[in-house]
């Protein structure tokens, strides 16, 4: 059956309160008048955070949470608790509520549904008036929303599963610094994915070697090279050496083929000073991408994205600690969160999946992350994880890397999964090739414009891949020679996060 | 040495069939293609001569392959790309450019360094064909 005929329940942004769930969603139960206001505990759901009548605003902001209460805790009263502290409330009445209008401020819970085919855990949608939170500031966003909540007692555990951005909030902030499309105008690369490695060992060369690996990566044929999250400037390798042998492979390997290349040069550092000082010096140098690390913090990274808009500089982010709250299913913040998050701090490349490669992330859930970044409308898509239709309002789009565990005998699914405005990142897949560096990047690049001119030309290219690569390894010394080496890498190990709901087919009208 | 540029660089020259089966693609897609050339090929030369205009409204490849041929009469000794355009919102730019056709001899670049304060260097890519004056670079 052709996937667009598949269908799964779509949730609303409203109310919807399927036979089996009525005894859940209740109605309201808010306590009103002056008794809400007398002094003593309340429960949550009787304070006025659980509003099941409630209508969300186009205005308001979602939040979706999968609550997992613990032993004996009311799912209601659990999730009511969840709009209440991460919003106005604390644990008793205060007579101080009185002095504002407490009601607009309330985050609303109004919905609770159970998980699918996941006991004791529940779905609760939250909404938040767009006045609850400062313009333009993940910090703001991000310190109500999960500042408090993710340790709160009645909970087993807590995990941020998806947001709705309001169009009036999103417009707020600045977006990717560069893009998509201008970042193509500058590279002068249209109509493919843009390929790079990142430097390998990650640690112990010094400027200089560090640098012959650059040139020769980007001389073979790649596009970028890249800094690894923790090359910042420890003592085999001072960050200005870096940069300087780094620019001197990037020119030298532009002139060497009329191409333009360019490295992605880490700023990050242990103070806001310390970065500016590497990216200025990276601009003075003529780089045309500089790169943080998402453990910066969320502040730093809007400040580097507003640098990167003033310097015509490309922003890559490397989403160094990730997994340490995206991974579990239960417990934490999803990466389509953050991805959103991170869309909207201004960003221009960020780090997504690669489906195929060494580290998590499966087929459906890394392309809901993937959409989130590329696409100026995303209609919610249970079956990819996607919760909530979301308007980005022409912000920029936001590139996906694809970096792990890749190498050129997959070119095939890299593209089917991932799609063409994406940037393949073959570390060892380049550096680890059995005839030089240049010789692994040559071996991407071919495979890939070889797969690209086959899909063009309307080839089963998924199918007739390990065929269209073979081929145009008859030509290619060091794609034959990779595609020998790595003929049986492949990494199948069970994800840790699935999207919850699985497309099932509709029933015939 | 030989110029990179463009999407298909790193395959054997692309023949006219497959020009052609790329040409029908971008069609498809609903792009315009245009045909432009240059003798000065430095890396951030954006604006290349243009063949006419990019050929808007055009369902049959033939009907590119036949101004091409025609620029290739004229400018054979250049190099010549096809570029496709997209006016979609959200994208109103290139989506796919590449070189079909090459000068016989392709002698590249020179990489200039000024040395600068510290040990900083100012880098100057310039071609070599482009020391010649504008239309006798590839004689």
Redesign the interface.
């Known amino acids: 059956m052709p996937p667009n005929e598949l269908m799964t329940t779509t949730i609303p942004t409203s109310r919807r309160t399927p036979p089996e769930e009525s005894n859940m969603n209740m109605h309201s139960m808010t306590v009103r008048g002056k008794d809400r206001y007398k002094s003593g505990v309340l429960e949550y759901k009787k304070m006025g955070y659980w509003e099941p009548d409630y209508q969300p605003k186009d205005t308001d902001i979602i939040a979706l949470f999968r609550v997992t209460p613990q032993d004996g805790v009311d799912p209601v009263e659990a999730s009511a608790a969840v709009a209440g502290e991460s919003s106005t409330a604390t644990w008793t009445v205060v007579w101080t509520d009185r002095l504002t209008a407490a009601e607009k401020y309330r985050a609303k819970c109004f919905r609770v549904d159970p998980v699918p085919n996941s006991p004791g855990q529940y779905f609760a949608y939250i909404a938040y008036d767009l006045d609850l939170f400062e313009p333009g500031s993940i910090a703001n966003l991000s310190a109500s929303i999960i500042g408090n909540v993710f340790g709160f007692k009645p909970l087993k555990a807590l995990r941020l599963e998806d947001m709705r951005l309001p169009v009036a909030y999103v417009k707020t902030f600045q977006g990717p610094a560069t893009g998509i499309v201008v970042e193509r105008e500058r590279m002068d690369k249209f109509g493919r994915p843009l390929l790079g490695a990142t430097v390998k060992p990650k640690l112990g060369l010094s400027g200089r070697n560090y640098g012959r690996v650059v040139y020769e990566a980007l001389k073979g044929g790649l596009d970028f090279t890249k800094d690894d999250e923790n090359i910042n400037s420890q003592p085999f390798m001072h960050w200005r050496e870096r940069f300087l042998y780094c620019m001197e492979a990037v020119n030298k390997a532009q002139a060497a083929s009329g191409e333009i290349k360019g490295t992605y040069l880490n700023v990050t550092a242990g103070t806001m000073e310390d970065m500016y000082e590497r990216a200025e010096f990276a601009k003075e140098l003529g780089s045309v991408i500089i790169m943080i690390d998402l453990v910066i913090g969320y502040t730093a990274i809007q400040s580097m994205a507003k640098w990167a808009r003033r310097n015509d500089m490309i922003l890559h982010l490397h989403r160094a600690g990730h997994s340490t709250y995206t991974r579990q299913r239960s417990h934490g913040v999803s990466f389509r969160v953050i991805a959103k998050w991170m869309r909207l701090a201004g960003v221009d490349h960020i780090h997504a999946g690669t489906v195929v490669g060494k580290l998590e992330g499966d087929p459906a859930t890394t392309r809901g992350y993937y959409d989130i970044c590329r696409e100026d409308y995303n209609p919610a898509r249970l079956e990819h994880g996607v919760f909530f239709d979301q308007h980005w309002a022409s912000l920029n789009k936001l590139m996906p890397v694809a970096s792990g565990g890749i190498h050129a005998g997959q070119m095939h699914q890299l593209l089917d999964h991932l799609g063409e405005d994406v940037i393949l990142q073959f570390g060892g897949g380049t550096i680890g090739h059995p005839m030089g560096i240049q010789a692994g990047a040559t071996a991407n690049r071919v495979a890939l414009e070889a797969m690209i001119l086959a899909r063009n030309e309307g080839r089963d290219y998924l199918h007739e891949g390990p065929e269209i690569l073979a081929k145009a390894a008859e030509t290619c010394t060091p794609l034959k020679s990779a595609l020998e080496v790595w003929k049986d890498v492949t990494f199948n190990y069970e994800s840790t996060d699935m999207p919850d709901y699985v497309p099932t087919p509709s029933v015939a009208m | 040495?030989r110029?990179?540029?463009g999407?298909?660089?790193?395959?054997?020259d692309?023949t006219d069939e497959?020009i052609s089966?790329?040409v029908q693609?971008c069609l498809e897609q609903g792009w315009a293609v245009n045909i432009e050339f240059t003798d000065d090929?430095?890396?951030?030369n954006?604006f290349w001569e243009m063949w006419g205009l990019p050929m808007f409204d055009l369902r049959d490849a033939a009907g590119v392959m036949m101004e091409l041929n025609e620029c290739r009469k004229v400018y054979g000794d250049r190099y010549i790309r096809l570029?496709?355009f997209d006016s979609s919102?959200?994208?109103?730019?290139?989506?796919?450019?590449?070189i079909v056709n090459r000068p016989k001899d392709e002698p590249?670049?020179?990489?200039e360094r000024h040395e600068m304060a510290g040990?900083?260097?100012?880098?100057t890519?310039s071609s070599y064909a482009a020391d010649r004056p504008e239309g006798r670079r590839y004689d």
């Open positions: 040495m110029i990179t540029q999407c298909f660089s790193f395959l054997p692309l497959q089966r790329q693609y090929p430095h890396p951030r954006n570029s496709a919102h959200g994208w109103e730019s290139v989506r796919l450019s590449f590249g670049f020179r990489l040990r900083n260097i100012r880098y890519t």
